[in-house]
T-cell receptor, first 119, second 111 residues
Framework: AQKVTQAQTEISVVEKEDVTLDCVYE???????LFWYKQPPSGELVFLIR??????QNEISGRYSWNFQKSTSSFNFTITASQVVDSAVYFC????????????????FGTGTRLTIIP | DTEVTQTPKHLVMGMTNKKSLKCEQH?????MYWYKQKAKKPPELMFV???????INESVPSRFSPECPNSSLLNLHLHALQPEDSALYLC??????????FGPGTRLLVL
């Protein structure tokens, strides 16, 4: 069975500091997808990034960067120069399968990390 | 612009009421999902529709009844709910292993 662990329940940092959100996953599949979603107080889950299991390249998008390491089953998310608007709950998620299970895919979410940026 | 919309944004209902949640997508996706999210918890999958057919029902009580009239619409009919059903209900769309895109959700309170 697949599992996603976000050990950090809550993090608070002062604005402009860098912060890293940890995500560790478990899966028996060799083909899988990893995701990060942001959930601000309004409630909508906002997609941030998707990574497939064959692509270990790190990615940077503006102030956001992601570090995918299969050797440690981790997919960590770093926000550089944090801003108040980054305050939200962040979920890491895993989807198994090689694309053959259309309509039967499931996202397994971690428990989320509540990030508070202090002005 | 949000391409997955949900109505209503808020809903208060009594335990004897019948109400419906609506979700509409304009992304051309053929998979649609209903999730339930309690406070301070991750979303929990309820139902999956694939090409307008129900493909996954996560043992959801029958007081929740999903419907997919066409490829753009997804409904969740509610009847005889319990106070513990109060939650944020999220709709999502996707294309298989591709990303699931979520709507803004409906906050439901059952009195």
């Amino acid at each position: 069975a697949q599992k996603v662990t976000q050990a950090q329940t809550e993090i608070s940092v002062v604005e402009k500091e860098d912060v890293t959100l940890d995500c560790v996953y478990e899966t028996r599949d060799t083909t899988y997808y990893l995701f990060w979603y942001k959930q601000p107080p309004s409630g909508e889950l906002v997609f941030l990034i998707r990574r497939n299991s064959f692509d270990e390249q790190n990615e940077i998008s503006g102030r956001y960067s992601w570090n995918f390491q299969k050797s440690t089953s981790s997919f960590n998310f770093t926000i550089t120069a944090s801003q108040v608007v980054d305050s939200a709950v962040y979920f890491c998620a895993l989807s198994e399968g090689g694309g053959y299970n259309f309509g039967n895919e499931k996202l397994t979410f971690g428990t989320g990390t509540r990030l508070t940026i202090i002005p | 612009d949000t391409e997955v919309t949900q109505t209503p944004k808020h809903l208060v209902m009594g335990m004897t009421n019948k109400k419906s949640l609506k979700c509409e997508q304009h992304m051309g996706h053929r998979a649609m999902y209903w999730y339930k999210q309690k406070a301070k918890k991750p979303p929990e999958l309820m139902f999956v529709y694939s090409y307008e057919k129900l493909s996954i029902n996560e043992s959801v009580p029958s007081r929740f009844s999903p419907e997919c009239p066409n490829s753009s619409l997804l409904n969740l009919h509610l009847h005889a709910l319990q106070p513990e059903d109060s939650a944020l209900y999220l709709c999502a769309t996707g294309t298989g292993q591709e990303t699931q895109y979520f709507g803004p959700g409906t906050r439901l309170l059952v009195l």
